[in-house]
C-alpha cells in the first residue's frame, strides 16, 4: 500500500462513521447501508498488511473517531430512552425493578424528567428494565449529571464507554505488544504456553480488527450500547488471569457480568484452567465481587421484575434469529401458530448445555487457547439465541483478535443488513437477507475450519517424516 493509499482508506473510514454518528436515517436503509459498506471496506484496506510504523496514528484514527462520536446524538437505536429513564428513577430515589413504565404516568406518581414524551420513545415500555447495576449506575449519574437534557444525559454515558474503550486499547495493548510480526487478516496459532504471562504471541496489529471496526464504531460510541463495559471488563479479566491476579481477575469478570450477563455463559472455561487452589480463591472472590455490584439492586427487590423481563426476552423477543427461526417455521408447520414460549426457553437451555459440554471437552489449559474457547461459547449461544442484534457481535469481534479465525468479521458487516427491518413501521423482517448473512457466515467459518485443519494434518505429516 504505498503512502497516499491509506490516507484515502482512513478519510473513507471517517467518513463513512460520521455519517453513521451524525447524519443518517434509520429508516434510509440505501444510505445507511452504503455508508457503511464504506467505511468497511476502508477497514479491510487499511487491515490488509498494516506496517508497525502505521499502528500509532491507526490507533490515533480509532481515538479521534470515537471522541468525535462522544457528541453523537444515537441515531440507529432508541434504546438510550430507557437508559435515561431508569436513571432518572434511580436519581430521584426510586426502584426501577419495581414497576412498568407507565405506572410513572399517573400524576400521583410522577418522577420529574420522566414525560410522556419520553415514555412514547420507549422501545419496550410493557416490560421491566433489564440493564444490570454497572449500567444502570451510569444512568444514574448521567440523570443526576444532566437533569432534563436528553442529549446531555447521553453524553455523559458515551464518556464513560470512552474510558471503557481506551481501557480495552490499553489491555490489547498489554497482550498483544510481545507478539510476532504477521498479517492481521492471516495470522497463525499460537502455540501452549506455560506460567505466568502478560502477552500473547499474536501480532500488536491484531488489535486493529476491533479498535478499527466500523460495527464497533457505530454501536458502541454511536449507539451508546453497553457491550463496550462488558468487554472492556472481559479482556480485563483475561490479561489478569495470565498474571495469576485470581482475586483481581474475579472482580474484572464480576464486573463484566454486572455490565451484561452474558459473561457468566463463560465460566466453564475456567474450571479446568484454575483447578485447585487458585480456582477456589477466584470462585470465592468472583462471588463476594458479584454480590457486592448486585447489592444494591438485590436490596432494592429486583429479582421479580427483572427475572420476568429476562424470561419475556426469551419467550417474546425475536430479531434476526438462525436455529430459532427453523424451530419457528417448524412451529407453524407443525401447529400453525408462533410457538416462541415453547422454542425459546429449550433453545436458551441447549445453549446453556452445549457450551458446558464443550468446556468439559477442552482439556487445554494454557492462557493462550482460551479467547477461542470463549468465541465459540458465544458463537452457540448467538446461534441458539431468539434475538441478535448488530451490537451482539462485540464480544466475537473482540475475542477473534486472540485467536485465527476471522468469521466474526465477516458477520460484523452482513448483521448490518437488519436495519433494513426499521424502513417500514412496525418493522417487517426480510428472512432471504437473514438466510444470506448466516449461510455466507457458516461457509466462511466452515472453509476457515477446513483450510486449517488441511494446515495441521501437513505439519503433523511433516512432523512424523
Excluded at 493509499?5 to 473510514?13: N, S
Amino acid at each position: 500500500m504505498n503512502k497516499a493509499k491509506p490516507i484515502l482508506a482512513a478519510a473513507a473510514l471517517s467518513l463513512g462513521v460520521l455519517y453513521l454518528g451524525f447524519g443518517v436515517d434509520r429508516r434510509d436503509f440505501w444510505s445507511l447501508f452504503l455508508a457503511f459498506a464504506l467505511a468497511f471496506s476502508a477497514y479491510l484496506a487499511l487491515l490488509y498488511r498494516p506496517a508497525a510504523e502505521r499502528l500509532p496514528w491507526l490507533i490515533g484514527l480509532g481515538i479521534v473517531l470515537r471522541v468525535a462520536l462522544v457528541f453523537a446524538f444515537p441515531r440507529l437505536s432508541d434504546d438510550v430512552y430507557r437508559f435515561i429513564w431508569d436513571g432518572s428513577l434511580v436519581a430521584s430515589g426510586h426502584n426501577p425493578f419495581a414497576h412498568l413504565p407507565a405506572h410513572y404516568l399517573l400524576p400521583e406518581n410522577s418522577v420529574a424528567g420522566l414525560t410522556p414524551e419520553l415514555f412514547a420513545l420507549l422501545n419496550s415500555p410493557e416490560y421491566y428494565t433489564i440493564y444490570p447495576p454497572v449500567a444502570q449506575g451510569v444512568f444514574t449519574l448521567a440523570a443526576w449529571l444532566s437533569p432534563g437534557s436528553w442529549y446531555g444525559a447521553a453524553v455523559v454515558m458515551k464518556l464513560f464507554l470512552l474510558a471503557c474503550e481506551l481501557g480495552t486499547l490499553w489491555v490489547f495493548w498489554r497482550l498483544l505488544q510481545g507478539g510476532a510480526k504477521t498479517q492481521v487478516l492471516a495470522s497463525v496459532p499460537p502455540g501452549e504456553e506455560q506460567g505466568k504471562s502478560d502477552k500473547t504471541p499474536w501480532p500488536p496489529t491484531n488489535l486493529l480488527l476491533y479498535w478499527l471496526n466500523p460495527l464497533i464504531l457505530i454501536e458502541i460510541m454511536g449507539n451508546l450500547h453497553f457491550e463496550g463495559a462488558m468487554v472492556f471488563f472481559l479482556l480485563l479479566a483475561y490479561y489478569l488471569l495470565r498474571q495469576h491476579r485470581w482475586v483481581a481477575a474475579a472482580a474484572g469478570m464480576a464486573a463484566s457480568v454486572a455490565s451484561k450477563l452474558l459473561p457468566l455463559l463463560l465460566l466453564p472455561y475456567l474450571i479446568r484452567r484454575l483447578w485447585g487452589r487458585p480456582f477456589w480463591v477466584f470462585s470465592v472472590a468472583f462471588g463476594g465481587a458479584c454480590l457486592l455490584f448486585f447489592a444494591p439492586m438485590l436490596l432494592a427487590g429486583f429479582p421479580a421484575g427483572f427475572g420476568d423481563s429476562l424470561d419475556l426476552y426469551f419467550r417474546k423477543f425475536e430479531f434476526n434469529a438462525s436455529l430459532y427461526y427453523l424451530a419457528r417455521a417448524y412451529g407453524y408447520y407443525e401447529i400453525g401458530w408462533n410457538q416462541i414460549a415453547r422454542f425459546g426457553p429449550l433453545l436458551a437451555k441447549a445453549a446453556a448445555a452445549g457450551i458446558l459440554l464443550l468446556a468439559l471437552l477442552d482439556r487445554r489449559r494454557d492462557w493462550n487457547t482460551l479467547p477461542a474457547g470463549w468465541l465459540m461459547a458465544f458463537v452457540l449461544y448467538l446461534l441458539c439465541a431468539t434475538t441478535v442484534h448488530p451490537w451482539y457481535l462485540s464480544v466475537p469481534i473482540a475475542l477473534c483478535c486472540f485467536t485465527r479465525w476471522r468469521f466474526p468479521l465477516l458477520w460484523s458487516f452482513l448483521i448490518m443488513l437488519t436495519y433494513t427491518n426499521y424502513v417500514t413501521v412496525p418493522y417487517a423482517e426480510n428472512l432471504w437477507l437473514v438466510g444470506v448473512e448466516y449461510v455466507a457466515v457458516a461457509v466462511f467459518a466452515g472453509a476457515e475450519w477446513w483450510r486449517y485443519s488441511v494446515k495441521n494434518a501437513k505439519a503433523g505429516r511433516r512432523e512424523s517424516d
